[in-house]
């Protein structure tokens, strides 16, 4: 993969991250919004391609972790809604 789209995920990830903690800390999106999980999510990928590509793996980890954790809340956040409209 060329440096440059390297970089442009590693920077994409980085944006969205940030994004997603901005609009977390100015209580527009709460920690259970999918919004918020999908920055963290999408955020994670472009972390994780920059790092494995720059050897950074103790970054890549993390970013793998952080990745995982959003994952299962879209999970829960998909399985919350699902119970609730099957309740009607």
Do not use: C, D
Request: glycine share 14%; charged share 5%.
């Amino acid at each position: 993969m060329s440096s440059f789209w390297v970089e442009a995920a590693g920077w994409t990830g980085a944006l969205l991250i940030l994004a997603g903690y901005a609009l977390l800390t100015s209580g527009r999106v709460t920690a259970t919004s999918p919004l918020y999980q999908w920055l963290n999510v999408i955020g994670a990928a472009g972390f994780i391609v920059n790092g494995f590509a720059n050897h950074a793996y103790p970054s890549a980890g993390l970013n793998i972790v952080w990745m995982g954790i959003g994952g299962v809340a879209l999970w829960r956040i998909a399985r919350r809604k699902g119970s609730s409209t099957s309740a009607m």
